[in-house]
T-cell receptor, first 110, second 117 residues
Framework: SQQGEEDPQALSIQEGENATMNCSYKTSINNLQWYRQNSGRGLVHLILIRSNEREKHSGRLRVTLDTSKKSSSLLITASRAADTASYFCATDSGGYIPTFGRGTSLIVHP | EAGVAQSPRYKIIEKRQSVAFWCNPISGHATLYWYQQILGQGPKLLIQFQNNGVVDDSQLPKDRFSAERLKGVDSTLKIQPAKLEDSAVYLC???????????????FGPGTRLTVL
């Protein structure tokens, strides 16, 4: 079964806007990761946030984690056309083997 | 450094036929993973190797799927016989040795897109 579920399933924005996607999960986790997948570069790891962390930044990415609500969000600021991809959250309960959700498909229009 | 290599990139077969996929991980990466990604879903782990030993194959349909990593480097995933529902992208990933208490990032290959007719 897939642990994390992303929302929305699809998101369409204009270049320069911010994109926010959410992930909800059901059971306690050790870590939550966000991945990006596009046809050109395959699946790429973006960021990992541990269960005792609340927020992490990496460049234009900001990830938050609320363990009380069992949810995480990924914010991409000042989006670019190159950010067009599917974004997956993946959780693990120890052992660092991620269980992926179905993903959010992001389209950034130039 | 070179990334994870997979071949073939695309494969079309008829049901009940056999197929094999090949993966060459990043040099020095002891851990290798095979994932199945069905259209519209996230990747699902099929099997994990640590060197040439199997760590987790709980989600591998063993009646038709097999995988090996004989010398602890390259790996092959085989399906025999294939079913229509095996149509998916098969992703290979590798990471440095996983200690269980620290995170080692997984690096994914481009995948093999399998179509079963």
């Amino acid at each position: 079964s897939q642990q994390g579920e992303e929302d929305p399933q699809a998101l369409s924005i204009q270049e320069g806007e911010n994109a926010t996607m959410n992930c909800s999960y059901k059971t306690s986790i050790n870590n939550l990761q966000w991945y990006r997948q596009n046809s050109g570069r395959g699946l790429v790891h973006l960021i990992l946030i541990r269960s005792n962390e609340r927020e992490k930044h990496s460049g234009r990415l900001r990830v938050t984690l609320d363990t009380s609500k069992k949810s995480s969000s990924l914010l991409i600021t000042a989006s670019r056309a190159a950010d067009t991809a599917s974004y997956f959250c993946a959780t693990d309960s120890g052992g660092y083997i991620p269980t992926f959700g179905r993903g959010t498909s992001l389209i950034v229009h130039p | 450094e070179a990334g994870v290599a997979q071949s073939p990139r695309y494969k079309i077969i008829e049901k009940r036929q056999s197929v094999a996929f090949w993966c060459n991980p990043i040099s020095g990466h002891a851990t290798l993973y095979w994932y199945q990604q069905i259209l519209g879903q996230g990747p699902k782990l099929l099997i994990q190797f640590q060197n040439n030993g199997v760590v987790d194959d709980s989600q591998l349909p063993k009646d038709r799927f097999s995988a090996e990593r004989l010398k602890g480097v390259d790996s092959t995933l085989k399906i025999q016989p294939a079913k229509l529902e095996d149509s998916a992208v098969y992703l290979c990933a590798s990471s440095r040795a996983r200690t269980g208490v620290s995170y080692n990032e997984q690096f994914f290959g481009p995948g093999t897109r399998l179509t079963v007719l």
